[in-house]
């Protein structure tokens, strides 16, 4: 099993960025996925969530007007689209895959997790 993301950097406040995350080794098309970071000296936190099909999607208010995740099951990939970045959106940014939709909000109910990929927005 594995989660792969990619597309982390250096941006400036303003830009925008998109992340990708390959799932391979578990049935993705199952399973409710979900971006998560963890800022530094910070517990990780939940950013956007998206279900299966069709398919629900949920923000923390710190992402939502400013990021969009989205799937792509014929790919195995999930994405984040991340606009209008801020120095506060600094984190390493983690995918992970859950059993459900309701289980993806939590943690401690995530099946599966990326390695995580680094962002940093400077001012």
């Known amino acids: 099993v594995q989660l792969q993301a990619s597309g982390g950097g250096l941006v400036q406040a303003g830009d925008s960025l998109r992340l990708s995350c390959a799932a391979s080794?578990?049935?993705?098309?199952?399973?409710?996925v979900a971006w998560f970071r963890q800022a530094p000296g910070k517990d990780r936190e939940f950013v956007a969530a998206?279900?299966?099909?069709?398919?629900?999607?949920a923000y923390a208010d710190s992402a939502k007007g400013r990021f969009t995740i989205s799937r792509d099951n014929a790919k195995n990939t999930m994405y984040l689209q991340m606009n209008s970045l801020k120095p506060e959106d600094t984190a390493v940014y983690y995918c992970?895959?859950?059993?459900?939709?309701?289980?993806?909000?939590?943690?401690?109910?995530?099946?599966?997790w990326g390695q995580g990929t680094k962002v940093t927005v400077s001012s």
């Open positions: 992970a895959a859950a059993g459900s939709f309701w289980m993806v909000f939590n943690p401690d109910k995530i099946a599966y």
């Open positions: 080794g578990f049935p993705f098309t199952n399973y409710a």
């Open positions: 998206a279900g299966g099909n069709p398919t629900p999607t």
